[in-house]
């Protein structure tokens, strides 16, 4: 059902504490976290292996954590090292442990082989930290599943519908076709939108554009296992920002993580980093409160969509021109699920024993 191999975002660090414990699932798996008093991060199975009871309703001591059922305690590395009135501790006593990397602001986990977690492999957000960038971050639930997230930031031809006063813009904006490329674990989008109305996001803090026309752009890489990374902007219609000519431009980084809880449960994490009037907070807590005022008209919508689509499972979408990033993208999807599932299957299969035999 989910990519395993693969690095998911499962919190802002600011989440994670030095003394506390955090807990939240990722891909159906119920995943405890903390930092030791080194500020290592500790990512571990919530679940206690003598009776499942949740170790994040458990206790610190030091760099471990004791279960409050039976009051085994664990260490750092997942290993019971004690157990009340048992001297001797089971070697297979052990909770799952997870490799997990803090990377500008977002922790990631990765929930498959252990072996083959790179970090190399972690998409850059540096502008999540970065000084000469601000933003404000955001999450939030939905109880959808998580690939129709994914199609609907694939599209961005709903924006004039769903966000009419936040992030539509002109209706025309729909009309612009977008090019799609597809990558190795992914897709690349470019819309442009050429002499456009603004969105209303951004005439809230460009007020002297309302009324004008502008140039707008939206280019994004949405990678596995859901990941946009997007450069999206305006610049006064005319001035050359197709040829990269970003003439009193605002400018954006989006950046936004969709990491599956269970098959009817999503974490969305985002923020909307912006490199412009960064000396003032106002500007930034502007543009975040369009943000989330416009990520929860997708989550409604959303939401009704798969309440709708649960009615009747069989109901069969009819695709369209403006679906040809979801289809590639989910296409991507399919393709690593089929990887993963051939490589257990192969690990599964005894190999044959060669017999070796001594001359006679």
């Not at 052990?94 to 790179?118: E, L, S, Y």
């Not at 009309?175 to 990558?183: A, G, M, N, Q, Y």
């Not at 502007?286 to 069989?314: C, G, M, W, Y």
Request: hydrophobic letters at 40%; a neutral charge.
């Amino acid at each position: 059902m989910f990519i395993k191999n693969t690095w998911y975002v499962i919190a802002w660090d600011k989440e994670v504490t030095g003394d506390g414990l955090f807990s939240r699932t990722v891909i159906g798996v119920p995943v405890l976290m903390y930092r030791t008093e080194d500020g290592k991060l500790v990512a571990m199975e919530d679940r206690c292996c003598h009776r499942g009871a949740p170790l994040s309703i458990g206790k610190r001591d030091g760099d471990c954590v004791r279960c409050m059922y039976h009051g085994l305690k664990f260490d750092a590395t997942g290993q019971c090292v004690e157990a009340p009135a048992q001297p001797r501790i089971p070697p297979q006593a052990k909770v799952r442990t997870f490799p997990v990397v803090q990377q500008h602001r977002w922790i990631w986990i990765w929930m498959g082989d252990p072996a083959k977690a790179d970090a190399g492999l972690i998409p850059q957000t540096p502008w999540l930290d970065h000084p000469d960038w601000r933003s404000l971050d955001g999450y939030i639930h939905y109880d959808v599943n998580y690939l129709l997230i994914c199609d609907n930031l694939l599209d961005f031809s709903h924006l004039p519908f769903v966000h009419p006063t936040t992030l539509g813009g002109g209706t025309d904006y729909a009309s612009f076709p977008p090019k799609v490329e597809r990558l190795d674990n992914g897709v690349r989008v470019t819309r442009w939108a050429l002499d456009t109305e603004p969105p209303a996001f951004v005439k809230a803090v460009r007020k002297e554009w309302v009324g004008k026309k502008v140039d707008r752009w939206n280019i994004y890489n949405f990678t596995l296992p859901a990941v946009l990374i997007m450069d999206s902007g305006n610049a006064p219609a005319g001035t050359g920002a197709p040829e990269g000519r970003r003439v009193d431009a605002v400018e954006f980084r989006g950046c936004q993580a969709i990491t599956p809880e269970t098959g009817n449960s999503t974490h969305y994490f985002f923020a909307q980093p912006h490199n412009f009037s960064i000396d003032n907070p106002e500007v930034t807590k502007s543009i975040h409160q369009n943000i989330v005022k416009a990520f929860e008209e997708d989550r409604a919508i959303i939401t009704a969509q798969q309440k709708n689509l649960a009615i009747d499972p069989e109901f069969k979408m009819v695709p369209f021109a403006m679906d040809a990033a979801l289809s590639q993208f989910r296409w991507a999807v399919t393709r690593r699920l089929e990887q993963e599932a051939a490589e257990a299957a192969a690990a599964r299969v005894p190999q044959p024993v060669t017999l070796h035999r001594e001359p006679i």
